[in-house]
């Protein structure tokens, strides 16, 4: 079981679902935002998701892309991630994992990102932009360092696709939650209960929906059928207008919402 697994698992057994926190490398500067995600630990993520800033952020909505646009105008590097996620990881036992567009893999190239996280302590990746059968390389990298790939899936996809996807991933599923980019909605689309189920059917053991979870009463409704709410654009937004005490309130009112009565789906 990896580290990822295991936090997840250990929320379960805590009677909770999962709560996995996002939040950009860099923003408002890379300090801040290694204190940014320490906070989120200390304040009831279980999983931590940081994004290094790319230049095409084609799924993110548009706080995050302020932020991020923010991040790279200070003069954000590739290499700043693995120095944030060394810190982190100093500073605390909750998983860091790396959400990143398929492209700044490439060109810092798949074995030596690879390495370089699993060096500074990271567990995985989430890749929002690449499919499995694309991902050769990537797979071949992550079973050799152990480190977690976390596709996703989405309302279209096909049974096949999913059962793909199901194969293909470790740690969780990165469970979309509505078509569009990330932000938050009001209502979530009924659609991610029933890929839920679908991806259940095909024998996933661990799904954490994302994209427009913004309240604690959503991630209660997420984790009554999912193992874990995937959180963003609302403590990107604390972060920006009210800083690490901001951040900090914010992530305990939505830890709020974790308490579950699913049972879990162990492998």
């Given at each position: 079981?990896?580290?990822?697994e295991?936090?997840?698992q ?18 408002p500067?890379?300090?801040?935002s ?5 906070t989120l630990?200390e304040?009831?993520v ?5 994004g290094?800033?790319?230049?095409d952020p ?8 302020e ?6 105008a ?6 700043d991630?693995?120095t944030a996620?060394?810190e982190?990881t100093?500073a ?5 994992v ?6 700044p ?8 990102f ?5 060096a ?8 929002p ?10 797979i ?14 989405a ?11 199901v194969?293909?991933s ?6 979309v ?11 979530l689309?009924k659609?991610?209960?029933t890929?839920?189920s679908?991806l ?10 994302g994209?427009?979870i913004?309240t604690?009463d959503?991630?209660?409704d997420?984790?009554g059928y999912?193992?874990?709410?995937i959180v963003?654009?609302?403590?990107v ?14 992530t305990?009112?939505l830890?709020?919402?974790?308490p579950?009565?699913?049972p879990?789906h162990?492998?």
């Open positions: 079981m990896s580290r990822v295991a936090a997840i250990q929320a379960q057994d805590a009677g909770r679902g999962a709560f996995i926190g996002y939040l950009p490398v860099g923003f500067d890379l300090e801040t290694i204190q940014a995600a320490i630990a304040n009831g279980d999983v931590i998701e940081l290094p800033p790319y230049s084609v799924m993110d909505g548009l706080v995050i892309q932020a991020t646009q923010a991040a790279l200070a003069g954000f590097r590739m290499r991630l693995f996620v060394r982190i100093a605390t036992d909750v998983p860091v790396v959400m990143t567009y398929w492209n893999v490439l060109q810092y190239g798949v074995d030596r690879a390495d370089d996280l699993l500074a302590g990271g567990a995985g990746l989430i890749t932009d690449i499919t499995p059968e694309a991902a050769g390389e990537w071949s990298a992550s079973t050799r360092t152990g480190l977690d790939r976390i596709f996703l899936a309302p279209t996809s096909t049974d096949e696709r999913l059962q793909l996807v194969e293909s470790t740690g969780f599923i990165y469970t939650s509505t078509m569009g980019i990330t932000g938050e909605r009001a209502d689309d659609a991610a209960r890929l839920v679908r259940r059917t095909q024998g996933a053991s661990r799904a954490c929906v994209i427009g913004s604690a959503q991630i209660a997420v984790v999912a193992d874990g709410a963003g654009t609302a403590l937004r604390a972060l920006r207008d009210g800083g690490l005490a901001a951040l900090a309130d914010v305990k009112t830890a709020a919402g974790t579950s009565a699913v879990s162990e492998n």
